[in-house]
């Protein structure tokens, strides 16, 4: 049972949350990469975790306990790519438009329905890590979370909130909403259009890389190829490794660095 935050959020209703110095502690032993942040960072990603918590419900499914050291280490990387994005609660608004993480066991199955270009309804099954809607919950793998690794660039959590990001203007387009004056641009528009063009870039790129590799026996990418399935795919999988592993990033993907250096850090 997951007694301290079901205690606190029973009682207290507490818009942020102290998070016990043992359990943050675990918390850094069990998702080392998070253990890289500058001192001042980890503090404050403690406390927006905090407000997370406050905020946020978790369910587990198919009789999945969700325990204390469960929630707060999805609730502090999924305040990961918000970090800098604000003071106090501000960077949580990104995340305002859902309350609920399921969080199943394992992998998902889920039931899929496609209509063609002519028409056609084809139904297919999907295998799901995790999955993140537009004003609906957020679904995770358990067994994926704990799976997170910086040398292969995985993390399922950074993954389906950075489509939660990519989603606050309603497009699932890789281009998470941006203001005038984003690297220079005079306008919102312009902003974008600079922004989709360097991701449109590193994506056909990335893609061929991984339709050489699977086709032609090229060598395998260590960034996950389901990057390669849609450019909205593409921006959640970078983001992975953008937190995960800044080394073989910024040394294949270099183009993306600036980017998303100035979304997710900017100031900095």
Aim: charged share 20%; aromatic share 12%; hydrophobic share 45%.
């Amino acid at each position: 049972m997951w007694s301290w935050l079901h205690r606190l959020l029973g009682s207290l209703r507490s818009p942020r949350l102290s998070i016990p110095d043992l359990l943050w502690q675990q918390t850094l032993a069990d998702y080392p990469f998070l253990a890289l942040l500058e001192e001042r960072e980890l503090l404050r990603l403690r406390e927006l975790t905090g407000l997370f918590l406050g905020q946020k419900e978790f369910h587990g499914a198919q009789a999945l306990v969700i325990t204390d050291a469960m929630a707060v280490a999805i609730a502090a990387q999924a305040c990961l790519p918000v970090l800098h994005l604000g003071a106090g609660a501000q960077p949580l608004a990104w995340y305002a438009d859902f309350v609920g993480i399921v969080v199943h066991p394992a992998e998902v199955v889920a039931q899929r329905e496609m209509v063609d270009e002519d028409g056609v309804v084809h139904h297919y099954r999907e295998v799901l890590a995790g999955e993140a809607m537009e004003a609906g919950p957020v679904m995770l793998s358990w067994q994926d979370v704990t799976a997170a690794s910086s040398e292969r660039g995985y993390n399922v959590v950074i993954h389906e909130f950075v489509h939660k990001l990519d989603l606050r203007d309603g497009l699932p387009d890789g281009c998470p909403p941006l203001n005038a004056g984003f690297m220079g641009a005079a306008s919102a528009r312009q902003a974008r259009q600079a922004w989709l063009a360097t991701l449109q870039t590193a994506y056909d790129n990335f893609r061929e890389q991984v339709i050489r590799c699977e086709r032609f026996g090229g060598e395998p990418t260590w960034l996950d190829p389901y990057g390669a399935a849609s450019v909205d795919e593409f921006f959640a999988v970078a983001s992975e490794a953008y937190f995960l592993n800044r080394e073989n990033f910024s040394r294949d993907f270099a183009s993306l660095v600036r980017l998303f250096d100035a979304f997710f850090k900017p100031g900095h």
